[in-house]
Structure formats: structure tokens, C-alpha cells
């Protein structure tokens, strides 16, 4: 079946990198996603990769995927304050639809 | 682009009552998503549209909730009777390439 697994809490300190991780397990998802979603707002796009990549990077953000294992990363570099946030995976579901599987979300407190 | 405009942003209502979310997706977007968020459920796809017809409405809890988007700026999601279960935060989203959805600020529900 469709699952996205991800941890619940990460806590780190200001200036330290981040790494938020997922599982997945539909091995024919062609594109995963990260989401961030700040107190009190909607759910905001990231970045994303596509399948056949194993690493994007943009700016602080980078993303890691090892496709043997279904094991998807999310690294933000020298985090800070305002990056405290829930962050969500995400895997597209297979077939020809727009639904998203979604993780329940990753909680990062970023300590000053 | 003003993105997607929820209304209203907060709602209490007593059990029983019907209720009624308002969307109104971004210009030019074919996909509009809605979801409900808890935090034992997480974020659950209710229901989505494509050019205004519903294409999967599996997620839509039980004959309580209906969803309607009489044209390509606006859609409703009505819930009638409502129960304190129903209380959460509900989005929409709207899409127009695969995975890349733009949400909404969300309505706060509060069913007593």
C-alpha cells in the first residue's frame, strides 16, 4: 500500500544544519515533495525531485534520495529561527491523478 | 496573484447546524484540492476536482460532506449536520501542474 513515513519532532540549534527524513514506499513514484507549513498558514511548495535524480540542491535546501531504500532527506543549512516550521513529504501517486501521499509532517524547533 | 482565498477563516458553529467553506482558486489553475487537517489524522484529501468535475471523492468521511464547484473560481465544501469530529482546519488548494498544489490559509472549524 501507499505509506509515507517521517519522524515527528526535530529539535536543533540556530546556525546548525537540519536533516528531516522520510520513507516512502511506492517504488514507482516519479516525483516527491517537500512542503512547509508555518503556524496558523497553509501548506507552502519547497522543492521538489524528480525519480531519477538522487540529489537536488537549492540554495540552503537540499534534497537526497536513495531509491533502493525509498529514503528521501531533506538537509537545510545554517538553520534559523524562522525556519521553524512542520514539514511535510510527499510522493505522487501512481497512476494518471494529481493526488499526493502525504506524511503527517515533521515539526522543527529551531532554538536560538 | 492574490493565490487562494479561503472564507471564512474561522467558524464556530453548534452541532447540528449546516456549515459551509468557500475557495476560490488561483486564476488559471485546472485542480482544485480539498483537505482536512488534525492532529491525529494529519492532512486527508477529501475530495478534487478537474476543470470543475469531481474526479475522487473517496476521501469525503461519509454523506454529510458535499462538494460542489459550480464554475472554474469557486467552490463550496458544505457539511450538514455538522458534529464536534468535524472540528478541524480545512484547505484548499488549487494546482495546475502535477504535485506543485498552492494552498489556501485554511478554515478553522469549531463544531460544540
Known amino acids: 500500500g501507499e505509506d509515507v513515513e517521517q519522524s515527528l519532532f526535530l529539535s536543533v540549534r540556530e546556525g546548525d544544519s537540519s536533516v528531516i527524513n522520510c520513507t516512502y514506499t511506492?517504488?514507482?513514484?516519479?516525483?516527491l515533495y517537500w512542503y512547509k507549513q508555518e503556524p496558523g498558514a497553509g501548506l507552502q511548495l519547497l522543492t521538489y525531485?524528480?525519480?531519477n535524480m538522487d540529489m537536488k540542491q537549492d540554495q540552503r535546501l537540499t534534497v537526497l534520495l536513495n531509491k533502493k531504500d525509498k529514503h528521501l532527506s531533506l538537509r537545510i543549512a545554517d538553520t534559523q529561527t524562522g525556519d521553524s516550521a512542520i514539514y511535510f513529504c510527499?510522493?505522487?501517486?501512481?497512476?494518471?491523478?494529481?493526488?499526493?501521499?502525504w506524511g503527517l509532517g515533521t515539526s522543527l524547533a529551531v532554538n536560538p | 496573484d492574490a493565490g487562494v482565498i479561503q472564507s471564512p477563516r474561522h467558524e464556530v458553529t453548534e452541532m447540528g447546524q449546516e456549515v459551509t467553506l468557500r475557495c476560490k482558486p488561483i486564476s488559471g489553475h485546472d485542480y482544485l484540492f480539498w483537505y482536512r487537517q488534525t492532529m491525529m489524522r494529519g492532512l486527508e484529501l477529501l475530495i478534487y476536482f478537474n476543470n470543475n468535475v469531481p474526479i475522487d471523492d473517496s476521501g469525503m468521511p461519509e454523506d454529510r460532506f458535499s462538494a460542489k464547484m459550480p464554475n472554474a473560481s469557486f467552490s463550496t465544501l458544505k457539511i450538514q449536520p455538522s458534529e464536534p469530529r468535524d472540528s478541524a482546519v480545512y484547505f484548499c488548494?488549487?494546482?495546475?501542474?502535477?504535485?506543485?498544489?498552492?494552498f489556501g490559509p485554511g478554515t478553522r472549524l469549531t463544531v460544540t
Open positions: 525531485i524528480f525519480s
Open positions: 488548494a488549487s494546482s495546475s501542474r502535477a504535485g506543485e498544489q498552492y
Open positions: 511506492d517504488s514507482s513514484s516519479t516525483y
Open positions: 510527499a510522493e505522487q501517486s501512481p497512476g494518471n491523478n494529481r493526488k499526493l501521499i
